[in-house]
């Protein structure tokens, strides 16, 4: 049963409709205010929980429609298919934490990458010509084989969730091959922004730099500064999910900015904005070390440049200014 409805609109064979899992996270919200603008009736699939998780689209409440299903449940992600009716399904939901996937490996891989063969099978079983897209990562590629990363680079996951998600991406492959799907798999590098979820670096960092300002707290415990990551803004990367579904042709893609920074960068450039000196603040605490680390990811998003058209719009500077800004506005206004 739908949770909220949008406005009543008139039915016709010719919408399009989106549904969207793992609409309530970062990119599922982003997506959403992409496919509203983009003319879309917006379906969402939510989770029961015992109290409301829905900060990122409350904006958007009144405009999409949210359907409670579970990427385990199989018979939910049937009817949620079958109420919403859409024309593109986008697969973002995952526990998509790679250090909880040490402590919780098993229903890592019951989400993040049997969860894929469930929505799959669902929409086989609803509708094959939906089509549909699966939020693969730049995690696969691990201890990377290659410098840059493309789509012809082998994988070498390195944690419990690269493990998932390259299951996630070979049987959206193996889907698309064996049953003639429109099936696409973005292979996305980091991507981040306000919304960004509070134990992901970037989000760690622009939060625990204004605290700091604002005197909320003295310090900041870190893990690996060494580690390097191609960061790019997650309001450009629903652009380029978008994008693949509106090709003739399915395809797997690279999504990244071709840049690399180390996590020291992003923290010194973090600090600078509020004109504090970091090394005054952040502690290695071991706490935060991994049991393997991906040293290295940087993206040659050059296919995703030629065919779709994308290229990314927001610089790393841009991109840290502007989530600590909105750190500190949110921050302040609390104080
Ligand atoms: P988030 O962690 O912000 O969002 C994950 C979403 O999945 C949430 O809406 C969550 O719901 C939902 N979810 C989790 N488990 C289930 C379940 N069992 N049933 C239904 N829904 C569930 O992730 P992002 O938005 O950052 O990422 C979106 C996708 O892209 C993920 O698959 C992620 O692994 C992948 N990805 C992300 C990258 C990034 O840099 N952000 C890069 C590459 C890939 P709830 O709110 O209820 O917890
Ligand atoms: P990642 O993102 O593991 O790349 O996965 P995260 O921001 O968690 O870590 C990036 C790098 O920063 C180092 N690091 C720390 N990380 C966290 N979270 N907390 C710390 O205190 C800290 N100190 C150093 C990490 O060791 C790592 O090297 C993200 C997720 O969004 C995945 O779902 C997605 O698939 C990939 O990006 C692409």
Not at 114 to 141: C, D, H, W
Not at 215 to 236: P, V
Request: hydrophobic share 40%; proline share 5%; aromatic share 10%.
């Amino acid at each position: 049963m739908p949770i909220n409805c949008a406005p009543a609109q008139g039915e016709s064979t010719l919408a399009k409709r989106a549904l969207i899992t793992g609409i309530t996270g970062q990119d599922g919200s982003y997506l959403a205010e992409l496919l509203l603008s983009e003319g879309y009736d917006v379906y969402g699939v939510v989770r029961r929980a015992s109290t409301e998780n829905y900060e990122r689209i409350e904006h958007l409440r009144g405009q999409i429609t949210l359907l409670q299903a579970d990427l385990l449940d199989q018979s939910s992600l049937v009817q949620a298919i079958r109420e919403s009716n859409p024309t593109e399904l986008y697969n973002l939901a995952a526990q998509s934490f790679v250090p909880t996937s040490w402590a919780q490996p098993v229903l890592t891989a019951e989400f993040t990458a049997i969860g894929v063969t469930k929505v799959l099978e669902a929409m086989r079983a609803v509708n094959p010509e939906i089509r549909f897209y699966q939020a693969s990562s730049s995690e696969m590629y691990g201890k990377v084989l290659e410098v840059p990363q493309s789509e012809d680079t082998p994988f070498y996951p390195r944690s419990p969730y690269g493990v998932a998600k390259v299951y996630g991406h070979y049987i959206t492959v193996n889907y698309r091959e064996s049953y003639n799907l429109h099936a696409s798999s973005g292979i996305l590098f980091n991507h981040e922004s306000p919304r960004r979820g509070l134990e992901f670096v970037t989000r760690k960092v622009t939060d625990g730099v204004s605290r700091i300002k604002l005197g909320l707290a003295t310090e900041l415990r870190m893990g690996n500064l060494d580690s390097q990551r191609d960061w790019g803004f997650a309001g450009d990367y629903v652009k380029a999910m978008w994008l693949m579904l509106q090709q003739d042709t399915p395809d797997d893609y690279v999504v990244a900015t071709g840049e690399t920074h180390t996590v020291k960068e992003l923290v010194q450039l973090a600090f600078d904005r509020v004109g504090l000196d970091w090394e005054k603040y952040v502690v290695i605490d071991p706490r935060f070390i991994r049991p393997a680390e991906v040293d290295l990811l940087i993206g040659q998003p050059a296919k995703a440049n030629k065919v779709l058209g994308w290229v990314p719009e927001t610089s790393f500077q841009t991109l840290v200014n502007m989530m600590v800004d909105a750190d500190m506005d949110r921050l302040s206004a609390r104080k």
